[in-house]
C-alpha cells in the first residue's frame, strides 16, 4: 500500500491530471467522450511504457538518453526483419529486448563501473544507435509493421485495448518492485547516496546496471508496441520521447536528482503529458509550446530538489521564526 503522507506528489499529479482534463473539456467540448478518453489512454501507454526505465534510471540517481534511438532501433529491425510476418517475430521480438537490454547494461557499467558521467555515456550510446540505424537502412526503412504487433497496439479484448491491459500488467509489476523488492529498497538508497549506499553494503553496480538494463528493455518494447501502432516505422520516430519520458517521471513526483519517485506517479505524469498535448491545438497552439512546458517541468523540478533551495528555504524559515521571536 502506498503511504498517502509520504507520496503527496503522487496525489498532486493526480489533482493535476484531473484538472487539466475538466479544463480540457471545458476549451474542447467531447474531449471527456468515452471514445476520446480510450484514444487518450491509448496514447499514454506509450509514454508511460518508455517512462517505466526511465523511472528506474531516475530512482537510481541517474538519466537514460539513450532512449530514442534503443526505441527507433528495435522498430525498425523488428518490421525489417519479420517483412510484414506474424511467424518471425517468435524469435525477432525476444532478440531485440535481450538486445535493448543489453544496450542497457552497457549504459549501466559505463556509468556505475567507469564513472561515465550519466548524460555523457547514455547520449554517446544514443549517437551510435542513430548513426548505425542510418547505415544500415540507407536511411529510408520501408518496411510494415506484423499484424500481430499491430493487435497489441491498436486491438482489443472485450471491449478493452490490448495495450492498455498490457500497461497495466507493467505498471502492477513495476509498483510491486518497486516497493515490495530488495533491488527497490536498494535503488532507493542508491538514488539517495550511492556512497552512503556502498558502506552500507548495497551493490551499487549491480543496481545502477539493472536499473539501466530495465531502461534499455522497456525502450525496445515501446518501440515494437509504438511501431505496431503506426503500422510501421520511420527514422525519428522515438525523438519526442526524451522528454516525454523523463518529464512524465517528474510530473509524477519523483526528483530528478534521485532516491525518490514511483511508477504510480509517472502513469500521472504520462496522463498529464497526452492531454496536454490534446490541449494544444484547441489553444491553437504549436507542439513547441509543449516543448517549453517539458523544459519548465525539468527545471522546476530539478530546482525544487536541489540543496541550494532547500537550504534557502530553512534559512528564510529560521529568519521568519526569528522575527516572530523578536516581535
Request: glycine residues 12%.
Amino acid at each position: 500500500m502506498i503511504n498517502l503522507r509520504r507520496h503527496r506528489a503522487i496525489l498532486l499529479a493526480y489533482l493535476g491530471m484531473l484538472l487539466l482534463l475538466l479544463l480540457t473539456s471545458v476549451v474542447a467540448p467531447g474531449f471527456l467522450s468515452a471514445a476520446h478518453l480510450r484514444s487518450t489512454v491509448v496514447l499514454a501507454a506509450f509514454i508511460g511504457i518508455v517512462a517505466l526505465g526511465q523511472t528506474f534510471v531516475i530512482i537510481g540517481g541517474g538519466i537514460d538518453l539513450s532512449v530514442p534511438w534503443v526505441l527507433n532501433a528495435a522498430a525498425v529491425l523488428m518490421t525489417l526483419a519479420a517483412a510484414g510476418q506474424n511467424g518471425p517475430l517468435l524469435y525477432i521480438v525476444p532478440l531485440l529486448l535481450v538486445a535493448g537490454a543489453l544496450v542497457g547494461a552497457i549504459n549501466g557499467l559505463g556509468v556505475a563501473l567507469f564513472g561515465v558521467p550519466p548524460i555523457i555515456m547514455t547520449l554517446a550510446v544514443n549517437v551510435i544507435l542513430q548513426g548505425g540505424i542510418l547505415v544500415f537502412t540507407g536511411g529510408a526503412p520501408t518496411a510494415t509493421a506484423p499484424p500481430a504487433i499491430q493487435f497489441l497496439a491498436v486491438g482489443r479484448i472485450a471491449g478493452f485495448p490490448v495495450i492498455l491491459i498490457l500497461w497495466v500488467v507493467i505498471a502492477v509489476v513495476a509498483t510491486l518492485l518497486l516497493s515490495r523488492s530488495a533491488f527497490g529498497r536498494y535503488l532507493y538508497a542508491v538514488g539517495s547516496s550511492a556512497a552512503v549506499a556502498t558502506f552500507s553494503g548495497v551493490p551499487t553496480l549491480a543496481t545502477t546496471v539493472a536499473a539501466y538494463t530495465l531502461s534499455g528493455f522497456a525502450a525496445a518494447l515501446a518501440g515494437m508496441l509504438l511501431t505496431g501502432y503506426t503500422a510501421q516505422a520511420y527514422l525519428g520516430m522515438g525523438d519526442p520521447y526524451l522528454f516525454t519520458s523523463i518529464a512524465a517521471v517528474a510530473i509524477g513526483g519523483a526528483s530528478i536528482l534521485g532516491g525518490s519517485g514511483n511508477y504510480i506517479g509517472t502513469i500521472a505524469g504520462a496522463l498529464v503529458l497526452t492531454i496536454l498535448t490534446g490541449l494544444l491545438p484547441a489553444l491553437n497552439l504549436s507542439n513547441g509550446a509543449l516543448l517549453v512546458v517539458y523544459g519548465v517541468v525539468i527545471l522546476v523540478t530539478v530546482s525544487l530538489g536541489s540543496e541550494s533551495l532547500a537550504a534557502f528555504l530553512g534559512s528564510f524559515r529560521r529568519a521568519r521564526r526569528g522575527d516572530g521571536a523578536a516581535s
